[in-house]
C-alpha cells in the first residue's frame, strides 16, 4: 500500500496554485522512471500499465535514446529548422518515410499540430472547407483539432469551430444504430453517403475524412475490418482524402508500425506522435510528393525539427525496429487479452475486452450493461493503492497500454493488482 506524505501534497497544493486546465485521474507525484515502472517522490513504486498516455512504448530511461540526446545536446540544442538546414532532422524524416513509405514528412512538436497541418493540408490541396469525422473521436483540443473532437462536445461550446460533420463510428459492443455485426454489413460507415452526403455536407465541399484507426480517447474501440475499408473507398469514389490519426495507436503499439496496415487500409494523410519521439515533445505529418507540394512558407513553425527532438525521436525508430516491440506487442498483448477475458467470465463489472496487440481496452459495466463509470474510478484508485497506474477511456474503459519493452513478470503482477481492484469494488 503506497504512502502519501506531505511532500506530495505540498506540491499538488502548489500545482493548483499556478497551473490550470489539466485532468489529473488522481494524486500521483512522479519523481523518475526506469522501464516499465514509475517512482513517486515518497519512493513508492508503480507498474505502469499507461506508458504516460502511451508515450512510452520504449520504457522509461532507454540507454539508446538517452546517449544520442545527450550527443546532440553537447553540439547544439536549436537551430531553427524552418530557416535553417540540418542532418538530424533530415534523417528523422527519412527514417518515417522509410518505415511507412510515404513520400514527405512535416515535423512539429505534439499531435494536436500534426492534426492541424494535415487539416490545412486537405484543406490547401482539394480546395474545399469541410471535413467528416466520428462521435467519440480525440484528435486534440486547438480550434482545428477540436472541431473533429466529438468526445470532447462540451469544450466545443465556448469557443468557434471549423465546419465538420460527424458520423458513427463501428462501436460494436454498443451498436449506434442497434444492429450486431456482421449482418449489419457496417451500415455505420455507409450512412456517410446515406445520409451526410444527401443531408448535410455535399462530397464536393468535403476536403477529408479523419479517423482513428482505433478510437483511443473514446473508449479503446476497434472496428470490424470492413469499417476502414469502406471508408476508403467511399473517399475513393467522391474525391475525399483520407486522413489517418495513428497518434495513439502507431508506433508498433497493435504490432504494425502505423495501426492503420492490421486493416490494410493506406491513409491520404497520417499524423503520428506520442511514441515516434521517445518522450520528447514530437509529431509528425506525413503523406505523399503529389499532396505535399505545397509551396515553401504554406506552413511552417519554430521548434519543429527541434535538434533534440530529432535526435531522441531517430534512436527512438531505430530501437523499436531492433529490439522487434511490434512482434512483442502482439504476443504481449495477446497473453494481456486472455488473462483479461478470463477476469471477464470471474467478474460481471467486465462487459467487454478488446483490443490489438498492446492497445486493449476492458469496458466495466453495471448489471443491466450500464456504464459502470463509479466504479471504473474505484477500481483505477485501488489499483494505484496497489502500484499500478491505470488510465480511464470513453463512459467506463479501463485502457491497457504498458510499454513494449514490458516484461511477463511485470505483467502478471499489475494483473495480480487489477484483479485485487475488481475485487474490492
Known amino acids: 500500500m503506497r504512502k502519501i506524505t506531505s511532500k506530495s501534497r505540498d506540491i499538488i497544493d502548489r500545482d493548483n496554485k499556478v497551473v490550470c486546465s489539466l485532468t489529473r485521474s488522481y494524486d500521483l507525484v512522479v519523481d523518475r522512471a526506469e522501464g516499465s515502472t514509475i517512482y513517486d517522490v515518497e519512493g513508492n513504486s508503480y507498474i505502469d500499465f499507461a506508458a504516460s498516455v502511451a508515450v512510452m512504448n520504449i520504457g522509461y530511461n532507454c540507454k539508446k535514446v538517452r546517449e544520442a540526446v545527450s550527443s546532440q545536446l553537447e553540439k547544439m540544442v536549436h537551430c531553427g529548422f524552418s530557416d535553417f538546414y540540418a542532418e538530424i532532422p533530415v534523417r528523422l524524416a527519412e527514417k518515417l518515410c522509410e518505415m511507412t513509405g510515404y513520400d514527405k514528412v512535416f515535423l512539429s512538436n505534439s499531435g494536436t499540430e500534426a492534426v492541424e497541418a494535415a487539416m490545412k493540408l486537405a484543406f490547401w490541396y482539394t480546395r474545399r472547407s469541410s471535413m467528416i469525422a466520428f462521435y467519440r473521436s480525440f484528435h486534440g483540443r486547438t480550434l482545428g483539432a477540436l472541431s473533429l473532437s466529438s468526445s470532447k462536445l462540451r469544450h466545443k461550446e465556448h469557443f468557434p469551430s471549423l465546419r465538420v460533420e460527424h458520423s458513427h463510428y463501428a462501436y460494436c459492443y454498443r ?10 454489413g457496417v451500415a455505420c460507415v455507409k450512412d456517410i453517403e446515406r445520409t451526410i452526403f444527401e443531408r448535410e455536407l455535399s462530397p464536393k465541399d468535403t476536403a477529408a475524412i479523419a479517423v482513428e484507426p482505433i478510437q483511443g480517447e473514446g473508449g479503446f474501440i476497434v472496428p470490424p475490418p470492413e469499417f476502414h475499408k469502406e471508408l476508403r473507398k467511399i473517399c475513393d469514389e ?48 506525413l503523406s505523399s510528393e503529389e499532396l505535399m507540394s505545397w509551396q515553401p ?44 477475458n478470463e477476469f471477464k467470465d470471474d ?3 467486465i462487459g467487454d475486452v478488446r483490443g490489438i496487440g498492446l492497445m486493449i481496452g476492458a469496458e466495466l459495466v453495471e448489471k443491466n450493461k450500464a456504464p459502470a463509470a463509479e466504479k471504473r474510478e474505484m477500481v483505477i484508485n485501488k489499483a494505484l493503492n496497489g502500484g499500478l497506474i491505470l488510465l480511464p477511456a470513453g463512459d467506463s474503459v479501463i485502457r491497457f497500454v504498458p510499454p513494449l519493452i514490458i516484461s511477463r513478470n511485470e505483467i502478471d503482477k499489475g494483473l495480480e493488482i487489477f484483479e485485487e481492484a475488481l475485487k474490492g469494488v
Do not use: W
Request: hydrophobic share 40%; net charge neutral.
Open 238 to 285: 467522391n474525391g475525399v482524402l483520407l486522413i489517418a490519426d495513428e497518434i495513439q495507436a502507431g508506433g508498433f503499439r497493435t504490432g504494425k508500425f502505423m495501426a492503420m496496415e492490421n486493416f490494410g487500409v493506406r491513409a491520404d494523410i497520417v499524423c503520428m506522435s506520442k511514441s515516434i519521439g521517445g518522450g520528447i515533445p514530437l509529431g509528425a505529418t
Open 297 to 340: 512558407g504554406t506552413h511552417a513553425n519554430t521548434f519543429g525539427g527541434n535538434l533534440l527532438a530529432a535526435a531522441g525521436g531517430l534512436a527512438t525508430l531505430e530501437f523499436m525496429e531492433s529490439s522487434k516491440l511490434g512482434e512483442k506487442a502482439i504476443e504481449k498483448g495477446n497473453y494481456i487479452m486472455k488473462r483479461l
Open 347 to 349: 467478474y460481471p463489472l
Open 175 to 184: 451498436c449506434p444504430l442497434n444492429l450486431e455485426y456482421p449482418g449489419c
